[in-house]
């Protein structure tokens, strides 16, 4: 009888949960849900008796060490800087782990002795980074095979509400961790534009964004995602001239965006007294107000748009020259601004959320230049069963399955999910899950 340890029952863990403990009793598997609540862990597993609790603190290692012991393979959807204490255990104990958040430095730093260990350690394997991983590398390698020539590819994937629940002027709700849209893009991003590296300061990330058509939904706006270069060998297209990872969002919600970004109110470092602190307070503080104008007047001027700006009835509509007050268990802007949009961006248990990935790839055939277009569109169930928890949590729990029944040869080291022998049976599966793309050529 194997044991699935899966740590977190976070929003992204209910479709990997719910496909494990579907499958358990079939395979005699035992499923144990490590994470700091109870109460969370309930929910997820229901009473179901293939299920186990484990309410532990992830950082204490006598509390996490003898789960991974005793576990034959380990998911973790904890926060990305928490992986690497469940790394750790896997490599003192020979554990093949995965999870979905990007490769840090220090996992990546594992790889010789992952190897040495004849371990996989499968990162990168929800949906972005994950499915976009797997798809692009599956239409790149069936290019290749016809000898074509790869000269742009450029990647969209975007979290979104889907357009029947789309209520609000910003056209976003909250189907994933909170924390991540308001740390978006801190970093700045880099990709690749007619053979020339480009790079993208925080501050410009969201200035006039670019769009696209998806078929349906009409134009989409996208912004560059962190370091694309890093993925050009692991892509392995030699001739590109343009390529790009990118974000999407809903036009409106860029221009909202660039503007909190520009009135500083997504500051996670510096350090605001809300004793009596009011929003309407907190943007002057951050805008410098001198009473000169009234607030919204003085907003537009700095933010150099018309008074009667679709950005300010965003700004109006969030509360932000509201006199109300502040918690006061806040310290940064950013956490101002995340207490606020946690309840202003929150889903009612039946809206449905909705996942777009689309793949742009022009390429060389026989002297004539090719674009082929492959999109798929995911809404939710409701927003316990979204489609963002179902493109994180599937990936995952099918590689977990799929490596206990021995259906795949586990790749040994640091991977993303970017070779044949595991994305070809994946994908099949996802495509039974309703996880497919349309292909268009032109």
């Known amino acids: 009888m194997h044991t699935i340890l899966v740590a977190g029952a976070g929003k992204s863990t209910t479709y990997l949960i719910h496909y494990l403990l579907s499958i358990a009793p079939r395979h005699r598997w035992k499923v144990v849900i490590a994470d700091g609540s109870a109460e969370a862990i309930a929910h997820k597993i229901n009473g179901n008796s293939h299920a186990e609790a484990a309410v532990i603190d992830i950082t204490n290692a006598a509390q996490r060490e003898p789960l991974v012991k005793r576990a034959d393979i380990v998911i973790s959807l904890m926060p990305p800087h928490l992986h690497i204490h469940l790394a750790q255990d896997c490599l003192k104990h020979k554990k093949n782990l995965i999870t979905s958040s990007y490769i840090s430095p220090e996992m990546r730093a594992m790889d010789k002795e992952v190897k040495e260990a004849g371990l996989m350690f499968m990162c990168e394997m929800g949906l972005d980074p994950g499915i976009d991983h797997m798809t692009a590398n599956q239409i790149i390698h069936s290019i290749q095979r016809v000898a074509a020539s790869i000269i742009s590819f450029k990647s969209y994937c975007g979290g979104l509400v889907a357009p029947e629940d789309d209520n609000n002027p910003w056209h976003y709700k909250f189907s ?10 801190k970093d700045g991003a880099k990709y690749l534009s007619n053979g020339k590296q480009v790079d993208v300061p925080y501050e410009k990330m969201f200035d006039n964004n670019k769009k696209i058509k998806v078929e349906g939904l009409g134009q989409l706006a996208y912004y560059p ?26 036009p409106n919600f860029c221009k909202g965006w660039n503007a909190l970004v520009h009135l500083g109110l997504t500051d996670e470092h510096d350090n605001i007294n809300n004793g009596d602190l009011t929003y309407a307070g907190w943007l002057k503080s951050k805008a410098s107000y001198k009473n000169s104008t009234t607030l919204p007047e003085h907003v537009a001027n700095k933010l150099n748009v018309p008074g009667d700006d679709k ?38 248990p039946d809206d449905k959320d909705m996942v777009v990935m689309q793949h742009e790839i022009e390429y060389i055939h026989k002297g004539k230049k090719n674009k082929l277009t492959s999109t798929m569109v995911l809404e939710g169930e409701n927003s316990e069963l979204s489609a963002m928890a179902k493109t994180v949590g599937l990936p995952m ?19 993303i999910p970017n070779m044949p022998s595991v994305y070809r049976p994946l994908l099949t599966e996802l495509n039974h899950h309703g996880i497919r793309f349309t292909d268009e050529v032109e």
């Open 176 to 185: 994933w961790n909170p924390r991540n849209i308001i740390t978006a893009g």
């Open 225 to 250: 995602n962190r370091d694309s270069l890093r993925y050009l060998d692991l892509y392995d297209v030699p001739e590109v001239k343009n390529f790009m990872r990118a974000t999407l969002r809903y």
């Open 311 to 348: 950005v300010l009835s965003m700004l109006h509509w969030l509360g932000l020259f509201d006199e109300k007050p502040v918690p006061q268990k806040n310290r940064s802007s950013a956490d101002i601004l995340l207490d606020l949009l946690v309840e202003k961006w929150k889903m009612e």
């Open 397 to 415: 729990g099918i590689l977990a399955k799929m490596v206990l029944t021995k259906k795949i040869t586990p790749p040994v080291g640091v991977h």
